[in-house]
């Protein structure tokens, strides 16, 4: 036991070290399908992104504290690695893996591994403000139904004086849950607005827009929050 807390421990600082931003949110969102469960409880999370000259590194790591006593009842990690070809060609090969674990009441159980082969292109719409595309092939473990795919639109705009607009956008298949034959196309998208108090520190919000995405609904959702960030 001992020695899973120090792994865990440590875990945490190297992710923590790594980062650079911090954000603790409050989710408050009434389910529109009645079969949805409410939101009321803080989710925190750790985000990570740098561009070098072979392309960049993404990274999230979502903690939900709706467990037992408010402790930690999903855990859901994003990892993504853009590659340059050569500094002249404009797109990217891209890859990511998604993956994690979830539980509460003494039930538990990990996501599906999920691993995405594409392409990535920055639009460059106006000075300061580009916007990431993503299209590719999405290995989701144990699908039955063929082959899926996801496209994913990322944006970072700061505006005004300290104000930041933020967020993503993401479409994709998988198998229908409960049913032997076709697919579901499932949306999210999260965009974030923040005001800088400090340097480092700052305010905002998050709204989640989703549809097939909320466990339980097959409605279209809307999740807000009110959140604190720490840039690192």
Known sequence: ??????IVAFSCFAVLAMAQNVQLHYDFGKANDDRAADRDYL????????PDKWGSTFF????????????ISVSYMELARNFKFNQTFPVQAHLEYNGGHFGADGFGDSFKNMVIVGGY???????????????????????????????????????????????????????????????????VSEPQLWYSVTEHFKVGTEVEFSNNFVLGSNKFEIMPTVAVRWDI
Do not use: H, S
């Open 43 to 50: 989710t925190a999370t750790v985000e990570f992104f740098k």
């Open 121 to 187: 292109y920055d639009w460059k719409i106006t000075k300061g403000f580009t916007l990431g595309t993503m299209l590719g092939y999405k290995y989701i473990q144990d699908v039955e139904e063929g082959p899926d795919f996801q496209a994913t639109v990322t944006w970072f705009k700061p505006f005004g004086k300290g104000f930041l607009f933020t967020g993503f956008a993401d479409l994709w298949t998988e198998d229908k849950w409960g049913e032997k034959d076709g697919k579901k196309f499932i949306f």
């Open 60 to 71: 999230f790591v979502d903690f939900d504290f709706n467990a037992e006593d408010d402790g």
């Open 1 to 6: 036991m001992k020695k899973l807390l120090l």
